[in-house]
C-alpha cells in the first residue's frame, strides 16, 4: 500500500520567507501526488497535483512542487509567505488503480509577522 | 456550481447511540468517498462509491457503513457509537476517481459524549 511521510508537524516561518514542506512517498511505481490545504473547521482544498508529465507542478496561492522520482519525493515550496499561509496541509497519495487518498499526517505552518 | 455539502456540520451523540451523515456530491460527480480525521489518527480513508457500488473500503469495523444512491448522494451510518468516534468526518466527490482531483466538503464534527 501506499504512503506518505510528512518531515516536521510544524514549521515556522517570516513572513516574506521561504516556505518549504517536505513530502516523501513509498512506491516502486510513480503514483499520484497531491497536496491539500485546510484552514480551522474546514475541508481540504487542492492546492496542485501530480499525475504526469511535467515534475514541476504550480498549484494555488503560488505554491509549486517537483516530483523526484529518484529521491521519492514531493516537497511543496513557496518563495514568499503571507499571513494567509498559516494553515495544515496535508501530502496525499494514490495508486493509479485505487480509489482512495492515503494522508501524511500533515505539517501545520505558522507565520511569523 | 456548487461545491460538495455536508450535513450536518455538527452532531452531539450518546455512546451506544446511531448516527447517519450526509453528503452531496458535486452536480455530474459519481465518485463519492468518505474520511476520518482525528488528532491521534490523521485522516483515514473509510470507503468509496461509485454509482452505487463500494469499491473500496478502509480498515474500519463494521459499525462503519455507508452507501450511494442514485442521484450519488451518499450516506455514512455509525452505530453503537464509541467516544473513539469523535471525528471530524469529511467527504469528497469526484468525476471518477481521486486521482482526478477530489473536492472536500467541510465535513461532520460528531462529537460522542
Known amino acids: 500500500a501506499q504512503s506518505v511521510t510528512q518531515l516536521g508537524s510544524h514549521v515556522s516561518v517570516s513572513e516574506g520567507a521561504l516556505v518549504l514542506l517536505r513530502c516523501n512517498y513509498s512506491?516502486?511505481?510513480?503514483?499520484?501526488l497531491f497536496w491539500y490545504v485546510q484552514y480551522p473547521n474546514q475541508g481540504l482544498q487542492l492546492l496542485l497535483k501530480?499525475?504526469?508529465?511535467?515534475?514541476l507542478v504550480k498549484g494555488i496561492n503560488g505554491f509549486e512542487a517537483e516530483f523526484k522520482k529518484s529521491e521519492t519525493s514531493f516537497h511543496l515550496t513557496k518563495p514568499s509567505a503571507h499571513m494567509s499561509d498559516a494553515a495544515e496541509y496535508f501530502c496525499a497519495v494514490s495508486d493509479f488503480n485505487d480509489y482512495k487518498l492515503s494522508f501524511g499526517a500533515g505539517t501545520t505552518v505558522t507565520v511569523r509577522a | 456550481k456548487a461545491g460538495v455539502t455536508q450535513t450536518p456540520r455538527y452532531l452531539i451523540k450518546t455512546r451506544g447511540q446511531q448516527v447517519t451523515l450526509s453528503c452531496s456530491p458535486i452536480?455530474?460527480?459519481?465518485?463519492v468517498s468518505w474520511y476520518q480525521q482525528t488528532p491521534g489518527q490523521g485522516l483515514q480513508f473509510l470507503f468509496e462509491?461509485?454509482?452505487?457500488?463500494?469499491?473500496n473500503k478502509g480498515n474500519f469495523p463494521g459499525r462503519f457503513s455507508g452507501r450511494q444512491f442514485s442521484n450519488s448522494r451518499s450516506e455514512m451510518n455509525v452505530s453503537t457509537l464509541e467516544l473513539g468516534d469523535s471525528a471530524l468526518y469529511l467527504c469528497?466527490?469526484?468525476?471518477?476517481?481521486?486521482?482526478?482531483?477530489?473536492?472536500f466538503g467541510q465535513g461532520t464534527r460528531l462529537t460522542v459524549v
Open positions: 469528497a466527490s469526484s468525476a471518477g476517481a481521486v486521482r482526478t482531483e477530489a473536492f
Open positions: 452536480s455530474g460527480h459519481r465518485s
Open positions: 512506491s516502486s511505481v510513480p503514483p499520484y
Open positions: 501530480y499525475t504526469t508529465g511535467a515534475t
Open positions: 462509491y461509485f454509482s452505487e457500488t463500494q469499491r
